[in-house]
T-cell receptor, first 114, second 111 residues
Framework: NAGVTQTPKFQVLKTGQSMTLQCAQD?????MYWYRQDPGMGLRLIYY???????DKGEVPNGYNVSRLNKREFSLRLESAAPSQTSVYFC?????????????FGPGTRLTVL | LAKTTQPISMDSYEGQEVNITCSHNNIATNDYITWYQQFPSQGPRFIIQGYKTKVTNEVASLFIPADRKSSTLSLPRVSLSDTAVYYC????????????FGDGTTLTVKP
């Protein structure tokens, strides 16, 4: 099992450009999450999806959109990138509702917006 | 949402036991307490989760008092490889998105 995979690993954008971060999990989890982590800080939840076909805003959703394409895949889109979106983006998944709601994280995407 | 408070940083030496305390005064009845570990340039990794009293696994113990307003992660005999950031989360198991990561505790283990 690959677990949670994210692409790309690194990306540099210019202000105003758009891009989509891809995330996939092979653990048959029902919940998926997108976080951002700024240098020296904790993770902040951008969006989450409790199940296929549903998405909800987290703590910092402005400037982002998401798509839960199917049970495996959850993408994050930046429509018009801004320097304030320079961060490391982590995708995670979990089997919500089981005894242990353990989140499994991907390796992250390091995004720089110039 | 239950807000958590942890020390910003802690230092220890190899072989010592480390206890990291998290305060969560407004924890709800359905909330569980979960701890994650994060190494530089990696995503967080689950360590342990509990609801009340004491939980132990192969890497750590979690102590939760009766009022559940705080919890303590205990790492026995730490090594240099335990240097990492440790996060305490509080949230229920059903509704995704109700758990939030704070800024964590940076543990530095010295030789």
């Amino acid at each position: 099992n690959a677990g949670v995979t994210q692409t790309p690993k690194f990306q540099v954008l210019k202000t105003g450009q758009s891009m989509t971060l891809q995330c996939a999990q092979d653990m048959n989890h029902n919940s998926m999450y997108w976080y951002r982590q700024d240098p020296g800080m904790g993770l902040r939840l951008i969006y989450y999806s409790a199940s296929e076909g549903t998405t909800d805003k987290g703590e910092v959703p402005n400037g982002y959109n998401v798509s839960r394409l199917n049970k495996r895949e959850f993408s994050l889109r930046l429509e018009s990138a801004a320097p304030s979106q320079t961060s490391v983006y982590f995708c995670a998944s979990s089997d919500t509702g089981t005894l242990y709601n353990e989140q499994f994280f991907g390796p992250g995407t390091r995004l720089t917006v110039l | 949402l239950a807000k958590t408070t942890q020390p910003i940083s802690m230092d220890s030496y190899e072989g010592q036991e480390v206890n990291i305390t998290c305060s969560h005064n407004n924890i709800a009845t359905n909330d569980y307490i979960t701890w994650y570990q994060q190494f530089p340039s990696q995503g967080p990794r689950f360590i342990i989760q509990g609801y009340k009293t004491k939980v132990t696994n192969e890497v750590a113990s979690l102590f939760i008092p009766a009022d559940r307003k705080s919890s303590t992660l205990s790492l026995p005999r730490v090594s240099l490889s335990d240097t990492a950031v440790y996060y305490c989360l509080v949230g229920d198991l059903i509704n995704a998105g109700k758990s939030t990561f704070g800024d964590g505790t940076t543990l530095t283990v010295k030789p």
